[in-house]
């Protein structure tokens, strides 16, 4: 059994009273593209009300995340053990791309964009950050709808490297299907998977119809588990059970897809195919490539925003917030952070920064007055205090966390790592403010409950600085004819952060932004993003030396990232595949019409290569094949009664 990490159980040890599981924020990655629609000019906003001069694109700041299972042993706030020790390999759990991986893989496979609303959600399989598509049975019929509208707009050639309107000779078929479905793999393909899709090709297309065969080949390999799943069985050159690095193609897989989310191009392919991703040799030089792709400034935002848990904003909808406006907190946030890899990459940025990006319905809600804010879309301000202070002061955060208590939690485990349980079951959760009272007269009244109090006087306390404002993130100096008091109070403490009182979001968000503890809480939520999984004490020695390339007097996220993946441990696995199957035979008759048996055949071809690749993984994945091949079985049912699966609507 692999030991687990301690980062944060004193404070556990302290919480007398609490008892239950601790909080997992379930996110959803967001896929929005952060910074389209900004505005070239911009306005600084005093108050919250006024504006004066310009600001034009300057850095910001944002983003904090649900910290589940990133908890680690080792010193904490970056001192880490002074000793010296070694990375260890990484345990690689078998995991499906996440839907935000499968539309941008999909767009770089085939140049059409995923139809809007139309994949799966995703589901969080550990207690890690890692999220992936959920292939139940409705899952994967919403990704055999997207397959099929695919292949409807491949028909028309453009994957081809031959004129569709001639006859397509055994070259082009098969150079068509080494370009999309090798690419699809994220590596070359063997002889058999190469001779299995062109032969596919060719029963397809015995009317002469050759684009039945580029729609049968597309819709096979994007339903296929080799595309759907991150496979990563290791070097064939090494032993089995050995500790041993990936092969090229599957470390350069790897790389883009942490870095930009997608599958290698073609110089990333080049480099595999040249065996150029050694340490000291191309290794560094393609990361510091991707990393300069705004690509990987897009993947920066969409960690940040899973961390944040943005895409939950979408279920607190109601009158007071409608869906229009939780979009808008969401675009600010993502502008946000997209604005802070863009010019600094700082975490105190992140953390602290006053400029952000608004729209007509943001303006209305912060109540800034000016003829500059466009009708349409989004344009650069410098927001005043209490507003301006990162993603401390963000609408998102303050709407998704939307009292004391939940505002210091999110401090607490979000920010310092520190998990908080939650409260016993027959506590009242209930509580109201009185027309005679401020909400923070009625969180004290609720803290002398000896049964809360232990849990509340470590969350309330930080989330009492944030009183300025509502639970709709309206800025507010009094309440029921009452004044605010929003100083707060951090009561021990924490890896660099001064205990005792302060006064507003402003002195929180700066001891915040120069904690050791943050700095190594932030590293610890991106290494468990990074490598998929709940972060264990063998990760303590990466995370010694992420928190070296991140910097201390102004940590720097893109330094972080590069860190992360050239570590031992996002290179390398702790155990070589199982042992290599024989090659899988697998035939269908053509020409696949009507639609109803083009789909039994790509539903049967995926059957047939996840048996393939079953007992090459380790049990874990064997499970996680398992449930997919169970799905497609009942979808290729349901096809037998209901007909064919239409396309999904057009994006």
Known sequence: MRESSSFG???LAALVGCSGIHERVVSERSSSDAGAGVGQGGVAVNGGSGVSGGVGNS??????????GVAAGGAAGGGAPTQACAEQPSTLPLRALSSWEFARSVAALTGTAVAANALPSDVTPDASLAEAMDLSPAGVAALLA???RQGEAARSGQL??????EPVDDACATQFVANVVGRAFRRPLTAPEQSRYVDLFKAATGTGDFANGVQVVLEGALLSPLFLFKVYLGDPAQAPNAQHPLSPFEL???LSLALTGAPSDSELRAAADKNDLEPGTGLERNVDRLLALPASREAAVHFISTWLGLKELDKLASPDLPPELLASMRGETERFIDDVMRFTGSLTDLLQSSNSFIDRRLADLYGIHSPQIPEQGFIAVTLDSPRGFGILTQSSTLVHFPNPSRRGRFVRERLLC?????PPPNVDRNITVQPTETRRQAWQAHQADAKCASCHSLIDPIGFGLENFDEVARARTTENGLPIDASGELTEPVDGITAGPFNGPGELADRLAHSARVRECVARAWLSYTLERELLASDDCTVQSLLAAFGTGSPNLQSLMRAIVLSHAFRTSDAAGMAMAPPLSFSA??????AVARQKAVLDLADAEAQWLTPQVEPAGQQVIASYLDSLRQVEQQLG???????GPAP
Do not use: N
């Open 252 to 254: 350069a897989s790897r």
């Open 418 to 422: 520190q998990p908080v349980p939650e």
């Open 9 to 11: 159980v004193v404070l």
């Open 146 to 148: 997207e397959a099929e």
């Open 59 to 68: 850095p910001s700041a944002a983003g904090t995340a649900p910290v589940a």
């Open 589 to 594: 008759e053509g020409p696949f019409m009507p």
């Open 641 to 647: 009664s209901q007909g064919p699966v239409g396309p």
């Open 160 to 165: 081809l490297p031959c004129p569709i309107d």
